[in-house]
C-alpha cells in the first residue's frame, strides 16, 4: 500500500482512536461466562470468546427503558435476543445478571428492591452461564450439560444453528415474534411459527389471520421461496421430519459473514447478511415479495400471477364463484368447479405447472411413495382433489395428497408441477401415448370439434371483447415457462411502440417504456432481428433461460411475445435508468458518493459471478457496459441484457457463424482480435467499468482510461484517477479503499486472460479480505483507435461494434 504523508498521519489518528475504544470496551466486558456469586449490570458486558457477540443491558427511546440483549459486536443495533421483552428497566444502574440460588440465570432491578425482572425459568440448576460465538447464550449444570439456551427462546431472530419449528416430544415451540416498534421490542402483533401438519411449512400470523406462507418443504428449499438457492452459496439450510422434531435450521457457511432471520415489525421475514466491506446488512430476501405472496390473495382453486396482465385466473376447469367480484378484482371468494367430478373413470389430472404448492395442513403425505404411484391412490380416492410429488430431487418423488379446497397457489419461478383432478370433459388434452387407437381416433374427432368450437368462440369472443373491455382475461401466460404476451396488450402498454416512450436503443434493437392494464411498469425490448431470425423453438428456450436466471442484480426477464418475425422481451423497469447516465454526467455526477459508488460496483460484481458461476446455467455476458447497467429506485445496479448475444447467434448447416458482439473500451484484447469468448472477457469489461465508475470518465478512443489509470498506478499516484466531484468528500479508510479498488480494477484488465482473476476472487479483493498482487502493464496502452483501424470495424452511436467472424471452429 502506498500513502502520502498526510495519509499516514490520518492512519495513526485512526488506529489511535479504535485502540482507545478497545480498551473502554475492554473495561466493560466481564470475560464470556458468569458463575454463581458473580454478576454483571450497568454498561458492563460479556462478549463471545471470539468477540462476535455482546450480551449486556441497551436503552431504547431515548434511554428510557433497559432491556437486557445480545447483539452482533461489530454492529450494535442488530439485537438478536432480548431477555425481558416485556418488562423493560427504567435505568441500566439499577439491573444485574446473576445466577440466582436455585440456578437460574435472572434480571434482578435494585430499584424494586431487587425485585426478579426476568428469569431462564431452567429445568434444572445452573452453575455456568456462557455467550457463544454463534450467539447462543447456553446455561449448563455442574455436569456440564446444557440446561437452558436462548436459541430454544427466539425474539424476532434466528440465527445461524438456531431451530424454527417445534419438538414434539415435549410440544415445545420455537417461535419467533415481531417486535411491537423499532423502539419496542415487545412481542408485536407478527408471528412467524411451523405448521406441523401435512407437509410442514413457515408461516407469518398477523393476530388470528395467516398473512404468508412459504410453502413446504420440497427437499432443496421452501416450495414458494426460490431465492433460498440464490444465496446457497453463503448458508447451507436443513430441514428435521422425525417423530420427534419438526425444524428447520440455516449455518453460515465456513468463511461466510454472518446472517440473520428476522420477522420484522411490518411482518416482513427478512434474511439479512452483514458485509464486512461496507459494515452494512444487506437484504437477501424478504417475504412476501409481492402481492401474490399474501396469503389467499385468489382464494380457493384460484392462482395467482404476479407478471400477468391480471393477478388472480382460475385453474382450468374451475370459473370464480362471484364473477361481480371478480370483476371489481376482488378474488378473495376464489373459483369454483365448471363440471362436477364423476368419480370412478371419469375424471383425469391436469398439470398445473410451476407453481408453489397450495396449503397442505389438510393433506396426507406420504415420502416413501413415487410420483406414479401417488397419481395411481390419488385417482383411486374420489375425495382427492390433487396430487405432487413432496420432494422435487431426482425428477420428484413422495406423495402429497389434497382432499378438498386449494388455496393460496400462484405461479412461481422454478415451481412444482400440481395435478389436478378434473372431469373428463374439462381437460382439453388426452394424454395420447396411455391411450389405446380407439381413443386416439374418438379423441382426435373430438379434439378437431373442439378446435372448430373453440375457434368460433374465439371469433365470437374477440367480437365481444372489441364490444366491451369488461371481460378480464388470463390467458396472456404459457403455463409453466417464461410468461408469453400478446403483441397487442404490449403495443397497449406502450402506446403502440410511441417514439416518445422509447427509452433506449441499441445493437440489438430499441427499447420502450410500457405501462400495463393494472399499472406495472416494464421496459419493453423489441429486437432487431433483421432477417436473422432465430429459429422459434431455439429463441423460446433461450429465453426461458434467461428468465431462470433471477438474482437481486440483475434486472428481471418478466416475458416475451413472438409474433411471426417480431420477438419482443419484457423487462422489470428501473426507474433510475443506466448508470452510465449517471458518471458520464456532470452533474448528475456529483450526486453519487463514493460508497454509492462503491455499492454499485458490489452489485455489479454479485450479478456478474452469479452469471458466471452460482446460477445453475452459467453465462458469459460478453457487452458489460455502464450503459447495460440499471439502477432501481433505491439505486441498486442490476445488469442487463445478459443473454442477448446468444438470441443473434444463428447456426446453418455446417457452418457456424457468430456475430461478434461488444462496445468499444470494453473489448479485451483476445475479444475483439481473435473472437475468443470466456468468463474472462467480462472480467475485462468489468475491470474497466470499475475504473470508470471511480473516475467518472469513459475509456474510448479520445482518451484512453486504462493507460491514463495505469500511469498513475506505476507513478504512485493512483488518487488521483479518482473523481474530483467526490475526492474531496472522502474519509482516509475510503481513500484507501478506493486505492485497492484501482489496484483491483487494473488486475482485471491484463492482457493475458489467465492472469486476470474469476469473478469469485474479485470480490474478497475489494474487501480487504486477499492480499493482492501487483498488477501487469495492460495491453490496451495501444491507442484504441489503432485497434479500430486494424478492423475496420462498424460503430453505431452507442459505441457497439458488430463483426462477423466466420468458420469459429475452424480456428
Ligand atoms: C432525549 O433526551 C434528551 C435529554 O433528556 C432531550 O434533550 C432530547 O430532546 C431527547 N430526544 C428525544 C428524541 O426525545
Ligand atoms: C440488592 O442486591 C444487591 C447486590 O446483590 C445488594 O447489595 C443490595 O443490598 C440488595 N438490595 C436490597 C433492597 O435487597
Ligand atoms: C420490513 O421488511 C420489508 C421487506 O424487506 C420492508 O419493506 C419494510 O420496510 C420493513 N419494515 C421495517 C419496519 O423495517
Ligand atoms: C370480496 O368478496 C368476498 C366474497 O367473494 C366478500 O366476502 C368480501 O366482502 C369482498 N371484499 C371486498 C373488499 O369487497
Ligand atoms: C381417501 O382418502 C381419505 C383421506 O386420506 C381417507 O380417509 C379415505 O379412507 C380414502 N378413501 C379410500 C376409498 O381409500
Known sequence: ???????????????????????????????????????????????????????????????????????????????????????????????????????????????????????????????????????????????????????????????????????????????????????????????????????????????????????????????????????????????????????????????????????????????????????????????????????????????????????????????????????????????????ALQCGGGDGFYALRGVKLPETHGSSVDAGATLAECGRRCSSNCSCTAYAASDVRGGGTGCIQWFGELMDTRFIHDGQDLFVRLAMSDLHLLDATKTNKLVVVIAAVITSFALFLLSLGLLIWRKIRQHSKQVTKFDDIVIGECPSYLLETLREATDRFCPKNEIGRGGFGTVYKGQMADGQEVAVKKLSTGNRVQGLKEFKNEVDLIAKLQHRNLVRLLGCCIH?????????????????????????????????????????????????????????????????????????????????????????????TERIVGTYGYMSPEYAMDGMVSFMQDVYSFGVLLLEIISGRRNQRSFNLIAHAWMLFEENKSLELLDPAMRDGCSPAELEQATTCIQVGLLCVQESPSQRPQMAAVIPMMSHQQALERPLRPVVCMPVSTLADLLNVQEDTSGNVELTITNLEGR
Open 1 to 339: 500500500m502506498i500513502m502520502r504523508p498526510t495519509q499516514i498521519k490520518s492512519r495513526h489518528a485512526l488506529l489511535l482512536a479504535s485502540l482507545s475504544v478497545l480498551l473502554l470496551t475492554a473495561s466493560a466486558v466481564a470475560g464470556s461466562t458468569l458463575t454463581q456469586g458473580t454478576a454483571i449490570g450497568g454498561d458492563q458486558r460479556l462478549a463471545s470468546p471470539g468477540g462476535v457477540f455482546q450480551l449486556g443491558l441497551f436503552p431504547v427511546a431515548n434511554n428510557t427503558r433497559w432491556f437486557l440483549g445480545i447483539w452482533l459486536t461489530a454492529s450494535p443495533g442488530a439485537v438478536v435476543w432480548v431477555a425481558n421483552r416485556d418488562r423493560p428497566l427504567d435505568a441500566s444502574s439499577s439491573g444485574a445478571v446473576t445466577l440466582s440460588g436455585r440456578g437460574d440465570l435472572v434480571l434482578l432491578d435494585a430499584a424494586s428492591g431487587n425485585d426478579t425482572i426476568w428469569s431462564s425459568s431452567s429445568s434444572s440448576a445452573a452453575v455456568v452461564a456462557r455467550l457463544r460465538d454463534d450467539g447462543n447464550l447456553v446455561l449448563a449444570d455442574a455436569a456440564g450439560v446444557m440446561v437452558w439456551q436462548s436459541f430454544d427462546h427466539p425474539t424476532n431472530t434466528f440465527l445461524s444453528g438456531s431451530r424454527a419449528g417445534q419438538d414434539l416430544r415435549t410440544g415445545a415451540v420455537w417461535s419467533a415474534s415481531s417486535w411491537r416498534g423499532a423502539d419496542d421490542p415487545s412481542a408485536g402483533d407478527f408471528r412467524y411459527v411451523m405448521d406441523t401438519r401435512g407437509s410442514p411449512e413457515l408461516h407469518v400470523w398477523k393476530k388470528g389471520r395467516k398473512t404468508f406462507r412459504t410453502g413446504p418443504w420440497n427437499g432443496v428449499r421452501f416450495s414458494g421461496c426460490p431465492d433460498m438457492t440464490t444465496y446457497a452459496d453463503l448458508v447451507e439450510y436443513r430441514f428435521t421430519h422425525t417423530a420427534d422434531e419438526v425444524s428447520f435450521v440455516y449455518r453460515d457457511r465456513v468463511g461466510s459473514p454472518v446472517s440473520r432471520l428476522v420477522l420484522n415489525e411490518s411482518g416482513a421475514m427478512q434474511r439479512l447478511v452483514w458485509d464486512r466491506a461496507t459494515l452494512a446488512w444487506r437484504v437477501f430476501w424478504s417475504g412476501p415479495r409481492d402481492q401474490c405472496d399474501v396469503y389467499g390473495a385468489c382464494g380457493p382453486f384460484g392462482v395467482c400471477n404476479a407478471v400477468g396482465a391480471v393477478m388472480c385466473g382460475c385453474i382450468r376447469g374451475f370459473v370464480p364463484s362471484s364473477p361481480a367480484e371478480w370483476r371489481m378484482r376482488n378474488a378473495s371468494g376464489g373459483c369454483a368447479r365448471s363440471t
Open 564 to 656: 411471426y418475425s417480431e420477438r419482443i422481451l419484457v423487462y422489470e423497469y428501473m426507474s433510475n435508468k443506466s448508470l452510465d447516465t449517471f458518471i458520464f454526467d456532470p452533474r448528475r455526477r456529483a450526486t453519487l458518493s463514493w460508497k454509492t459508488r462503491m455499492d454499485i460496483i458490489f452489485d455489479i460484481a454479485r450479478g456478474l459471478l452469479y452469471l458466471h458461476q452460482d446460477s445453475r446455467h452459467t453465462m458469459i455476458h460478453r457487452d458489460l457496459k455502464a450503459a447495460n447497467v440499471l439502477l432501481d429506485r433505491e439505486m441498486v445496479a442490476k445488469i442487463s441484457d445478459f443473454g442477448i448475444a446468444k438470441l443473434f447467434s444463428n447456426i446453418s448447416g455446417h457452418q457456424v
